[in-house]
């Protein structure tokens, strides 16, 4: 998976994440690395923040994380002063809610079958 980030917001992008979703980073090769942006990767899903110079948030199409300890993420990341829009349940009985990063793009969390 793909998203776009604003030149030099590596580290931004590294705060909301890495630390406050969880996410690892993971090394760029070494012939992409002068490029920017970083790789990340959460359980089997590898994300890469590729720059554009012409940036525009995603606010439609995004990605969605299972996340295994939903409730728990959900309130550290108000409790980190992240809005989070709760949806109320999919149509197999799992809340899911959305948040933005620091650039607009929307991000969707799910919790995890009971």
Partial sequence: MQLAIPQGA???AREFYVAALGC???E???DLKGRGGLWL???SVDIHMGIDADFRPARK????FECSDYPDLV?????QGIAVTEYGTLADGR???YV??????????IGQRS
Avoid: M, T, V, Y
Wanted: hydrophobic content about 30%.
């Fill in 10 to 12: 590596e580290a931004r």
């Fill in 24 to 26: 690892d980073e993971i």
């Fill in 28 to 30: 760029k090769p070494g």
């Fill in 41 to 43: 990767r959460s359980g």
């Fill in 61 to 64: 199409a995004h990605p969605a």
């Fill in 75 to 79: 309130e550290a990341l108000r409790l």
């Fill in 95 to 97: 809340p899911h809610c």
């Fill in 100 to 109: 933005a990063d620091p650039f607009g793009n929307r991000i969707e969390l």
